[in-house]
């Protein structure tokens, strides 16, 4: 499995906007995508964003759609999860992981690496 290390996460305002970062390996044998996941206190673990290694084809969840924003940077082997108009229900740990394909951060089913997570607590 992959070495994937996250950072960004923070503690913002409602209505604010945090960046994260996951630093992975730019080669991925097996899985396609790599993505965002989060895990809350009394919420299900939700896959937030994920996007496509082969075609850039990406997914989020419809809880975060129009203010998360998935991007990759090859060069950097760093994928980055853009988070504006945070609310507080977006308090979660946030897990880059990743994924024999993009279909896999909606059905949460092959997933492969995890990373140890980054705190994300939006708050006054």
């Known amino acids: 499995q992959v070495q994937l290390v996250e950072s960004g996460g923070g503690l913002v305002q409602p209505g604010g906007s945090l960046r994260l970062s996951c630093a992975a390996p730019?080669?991925?044998?097996?899985?396609?995508?790599i993505g965002w996941f989060r895990q809350a206190p009394g919420k299900e673990r939700e896959g937030v964003s994920c996007i496509s290694n082969r075609d850039g084809n990406t997914y989020s969840a419809e809880s975060v759609r129009g203010r998360f924003t998935i991007s990759r940077d090859n060069a950097k082997n760093t994928v980055y999860l853009q988070m504006n108009d945070l609310k507080p229900d977006d308090t979660a740990v946030y897990y880059c992981?990743?994924?024999?394909?993009?279909?896999?951060?909606?059905?949460?089913?092959?997933?492969?690496?995890w990373g140890e997570g980054a705190q994300v607590t939006v708050s006054t």
């Open positions: 992981v990743t994924a024999l394909t993009v279909v896999g951060c909606r059905s949460l089913r092959g997933l492969g690496s």
């Open positions: 730019g080669v991925t044998p097996n899985y396609d995508a």
